[in-house]
């Protein structure tokens, strides 16, 4: 490694290094933490479904298959909306997690009904506003 490329390393190393190191720089980088709290306890109810939860039957998972298909078939949706939890178990479906508008809900709902049908799809989804961006 020649000179040059030595001190061009230093440099860039130097700059990482210190803002890395110094907390109130990396600090002001990171997004401020999600609480989840509400949605954890609610989740650890035992009657709540959860994820782990979804049957291994093959009808119910090509059930969720199809609804998940469904789901990114449609670009209109945002990236939340694609990854909803989508929990089949015994024909019935639990949807869980955030979409951006109540339009999505209702979205991810019919394409979930569309699959289940009628009366076997419980919408547990919420609504999550876009995070504004802070001026200084």
Partial sequence: ?????????????????????????????????????????????????????????????????????SLMDDKALSTYAHNVKIIAQHGKVTLKGPVRSEEEKTAVEKAATDVAGAGNVTNELAIKAARTKKTS
């Fill in 1 to 69: 490694m020649s000179l040059r490329q030595t001190a061009t390393a230093v440099a860039v190393w130097s700059v990482l290094g210190f803002a890395g190191l110094n907390p109130a720089i990396a600090q002001q980088n990171q997004p401020p933490a999600a609480d989840n709290t509400k949605t954890n306890q609610r989740d650890r109810a035992k009657a709540e479904p959860t994820a782990d939860q979804a049957k291994n039957t093959l009808s119910d998972r090509e059930m969720m298959q199809k609804i998940r298909k």
